[in-house]
Structure formats: C-alpha cells, structure tokens
C-alpha cells in the first residue's frame, strides 16, 4: 500500500480504521488517501511501528510509576515527542495537553495548546466493545502544525492501548459475570 504525504492532502478531516486484527494495525486516511499506519507488535513490550510516506518510526512505552509513550525516528533515532500524563511534547513548540471529554455513549479526546485552543478532536468509533477506528477533526490552527503527524501518532497509541486493556477484561467480566448469577432451581 502506498502512503501519501501528510502535506499532500486536507488535513482538516481524518480517519483512523482498524486495518488488522493480528497483529493489530490502524490505518490514518483522509478521503481516498492513506498516510499512515500504526502496527502493534505480536510480543507485548515492543515498540509500535509507525509508517509514513517518508519516514519510519517507532513508538515505545517508557517509564514505571509516571509510563509515557515517546516516538522515535526509525528503530532508535531522534526524539520527535512523547506524551506523559496529559502533557505532549514535541521539539520547537510549547506543548499540548491531552483532555478526555465526556461522552453520551463514548468519550472523545481533544488535544489543546497550552492557551486552551483546540489543535485535534478525535471520536474513537466501536463495534460492541472493540475499538474499530475514529474520526479526526483538526482546527485550521492544527493543519498547519509541522508536528501534526507526531500529535495523531501519540494520541491514537494512547487512546487505542486504553482501549485494548478494556478489550483484554471483556473475557473476565464475563467470568464475573457468570460466577455471580444466583442458582435457580
């Protein structure tokens, strides 16, 4: 599959779909074009690969009792950001925060500058209880961010791996679930 560059087309309108099951894969599009691709790794603890049109990156969890995810150009490269608790970095900016907004049936997520401007808002879509893509609005403040890709990498690794934890506890709620039933005679 071919990747277009992020800079090549309307970034105003995006999408992430969930491209494979094993090993998990979500697929970024805008209109008919994809840009980029996030692919877990099968052994947990890995890092995330993440493609683009013309670069490679790999996305790692770090940390213990404060955990981040940080993004790095091919396999041990440079820094290109990280996020920690709601707090996103990148080189040559101030800064983003991260904020989980309520939601009727599903929470949504938007990225802020550090004044409180919207940059991104994304709406993550599910089938039942399994995260199957999202949709991605950016401000026109955000379409002009040479960190763009960063931001959508970071936060769709964040809101996909809370998700895939939700995903893992489904088969022991059920247990739950079926232990507690009263006998009926």
């Known amino acids: 599959m071919a990747l277009e560059r992020l800079s090549s087309v309307d970034r105003s309108v995006l999408r992430w779909l969930r491209t494979s099951e094993s090993p998990e894969e979500f697929t970024l599009s805008a209109s008919t074009a994809d840009l980029m691709v996030l692919r877990w790794p099968v052994a947990r603890g890995a890092p995330i690969d993440g493609t683009l049109a013309d670069a490679h990156w790999t996305v790692e969890r770090h940390g213990f009792l404060n955990p981040g995810l940080r993004i790095r150009l091919g396999g041990g490269g440079p ?43 994304l709406e993550p879509v599910r089938e039942g209880r399994r995260l199957t893509g999202g949709a991605v609005l950016v401000s026109p403040a955000g379409t002009a961010l040479p960190g763009l890709s960063v931001l959508l990498a970071l936060t769709w690794t964040h809101i996909a791996l809370a998700w895939f934890e939700d995903e893992l506890a489904i088969p022991y709620e059920n247990l739950m679930e079926s232990t507690n039933q009263p006998d009926v005679d």
């Open 79 to 121: 820094e290109l950001g990280q996020l920690r608790g709601s707090r996103l970095t990148l080189p040559g900016t101030d800064g983003f925060q991260l904020h989980r907004l309520a939601g009727l049936l599903l929470p949504s997520w938007q990225v802020t500058d550090l004044d409180g401007s919207e940059v991104l808002h």
